[in-house]
């Protein structure tokens, strides 16, 4: 279920799939997909990212949210290619606890960073956003 897919997301994908549903459906159907005539994949998911945050209103706290959403995406997607293809982590899968750790790890990943990414978004103005994260030591 995504309540279950929410809850125990390792990865912000996984939030991202399990949240707003609605809307992410709907975003990706008419504004994401429509822009494949471009061929470039970055330019339709920053075009979508930028109609999301004029569909929320014209706060900066929109757009840095989803300008987090776009920078921690990437990380993922960057951070995915080297995991996958490491030598390393192809012999940790067969040890009987990799799932289980790797789980843990990304369930901490998500849950700590999101307050971060997401902290703008109720904020909403530059004064309030900077006061809180300059109280988080960014």
């Keep these: 279920s995504k309540l279950r897919r929410l809850e125990t997301a390792?990865?912000?994908?996984?939030?991202?799939?399990?949240f707003n549903i609605n809307t992410n459906g709907w975003a990706a159907n008419y504004v994401y997909k429509?822009?494949?005539?471009?061929?470039?994949?970055?330019?339709?998911?920053?075009?979508?990212l930028v109609f999301l945050a004029i569909w929320h209103g014209w706060y900066i706290g929109y757009y840095l949210t989803f300008v987090n959403e776009f920078i921690v995406m990437k990380f993922e997607a960057e951070f995915s290619k080297i995991?996958?293809?490491s030598k390393k982590v192809q012999k940790w899968k067969h040890h009987p606890s990799f799932h289980t750790l790797t789980s843990i790890f990304g369930w901490l990943y998500?849950?700590?960073?999101?307050?971060?990414c997401f902290l703008p978004f109720p904020l909403k103005t530059a004064h309030r956003i900077f006061k809180a994260y300059t109280s988080l030591f960014f």
């Design 10 to 18: 390792t990865q912000f994908g996984h939030y991202i799939e399990a």
């Design 34 to 48: 429509r822009l494949k005539f471009m061929n470039n994949k970055l330019v339709s998911q920053v075009v979508t």
């Design 83 to 85: 995991w996958n293809n």
């Design 110 to 116: 998500v849950h700590f960073f999101l307050a971060h």
